[in-house]
């Protein structure tokens, strides 16, 4: 069917040190304003290095700037005033573009209070450890979730904060988006996005697009909904801009129940974040739209400095699909670069 123009909005939160951004202003902000859709741009990033839910990787010490952007050194404002105008340049609007927006996650009254709850009942544990994700099989694995559960607090709060702005926007100017892009820092567009397509080629009734990911390695559990990406229908998008403080509504932990002893092992892991967001999604309803890769086509990258000081992208989360799948254009996987350039050493 006809795709009328929509308003779009797109919300980025996370680093600055893992932001993609020349991908994003050529590969989804231009093709979707060229299509005549309204795309306004929501951006907030710490320009703080922040130790990464999985950072034992060896490329996690070579990660730098997307090279687009200006040099950090030359001030974050001069950073600020270089995205606004090529999002300006590329068909966008940006409405919000911040950097180390001061939010204070740590004195948010539930996240206070859980972890007040946690200490009463584990004192002698980090109080992150066990909630909103669970895993506590090694001692390796236990610190890893506890900075992971950190990183997801940090995050979501950070996407609340741009969500805030959003609603304003349209309190203020008297209108309501019709989808909003909720986007990682590290998104990659590798293509053209193609908005008519997606939304010309799903029921109408669609209220949420994932990724399938349906030929990622390791595979997804069944209880598993990729998290890269949630294009979602603006009806549903508050589930996503306050989804920091949904993850203390009653019964969350209730995710784990769906599990098999075989793989809680025992009690000792629950949910993991992608089984969260499912979980909360089935039981709000939602009428989700699994499509192939290249139907959303990037990938999760960073660029990287190489030991011969070559700055390149590479990929450290795969996502791919049977059906529609994306070449990798040459891109390797970050773990392959270093292990490559370790060997050659």
């Known amino acids: ?69 200006p040099p950090t050194a030359d ?19 940006p409405r919000t573009v911040v950097f180390d927006r001061p939010l204070h996650v740590d004195e948010h009254p539930l996240l206070k209070a859980r972890r007040a709850a946690a200490m009463e009942s584990h004192p002698r544990e980090d109080p992150d450890m066990r909630f909103p994700m669970l895993d506590i099989r090694t001692a390796t694995v236990r610190s890893r979730t506890a900075r992971g559960n950190k990183n997801m607090y940090a995050l979501f709060y950070n996407i609340q ?36 397509e997606l939304i010309s080629s799903n029921k109408p009734s669609t209220e949420l697009f994932s990724l399938s990911c349906d030929a990622r390695q390791p595979a997804m559990h069944p209880l598993e909904i990729n998290d890269h990406i949630a294009i979602v229908k603006r009806n549903r998008a508050e589930m996503f801009g306050n989804y920091f ?5 009653e019964g969350i932990e209730d995710c784990s129940d769906q599990l ?13 974040s ?53 070449p990798d254009f040459g891109i390797s996987r970050c773990s392959d670069v270093f292990e490559a350039k370790s060997v050659m050493r």
């Open 161 to 196: 904060s741009l969500w805030k702005d959003l609603v304003d926007t349209e309190s203020e100017e008297e209108f309501q988006y019709d989808f909003v892009f909720f986007l990682r820092d590290d998104t990659m567009w590798l293509m053209d996005f193609d908005f008519n």
């Open 245 to 249: 403080e949904h993850l203390f509504d």
């Open 75 to 93: 001030s974050l404002a001069s950073t600020v005033d270089f995205i606004e105008k090529q999002v300006i340049a590329s068909g966008g609007t």
């Open 260 to 272: 098999d002893r075989e793989f809680t092992w025992g009690g000792r892991r629950g949910c993991n």
């Open 1 to 69: 069917y006809d795709v009328k123009p929509k308003r779009v909005a797109v919300v980025v939160a996370g680093g600055l040190l893992r932001f993609n951004f020349n991908s994003t202003i050529h590969h989804l902000i231009r093709p979707m304003a060229d299509q005549g859709h309204h795309v306004d741009y929501y951006l907030s990033l710490s320009s703080n290095i922040q130790r990464a839910y999985r950072a034992t990787s060896q490329y996690m010490d070579h990660l730098v700037v997307d090279p687009v952007l």
């Open 274 to 326: 992608e089984m969260i967001l499912k979980w909360m999604l089935k039981n709000a309803g939602v009428e989700i739209a699994s499509v192939p890769q290249a139907t959303i086509p990037f990938q999760r990258s960073v660029h990287v400095e190489t030991s011969s000081g070559v700055i390149e992208p590479c990929f450290h989360k795969l996502c791919q699909s049977h059906d529609m799948p994306i």
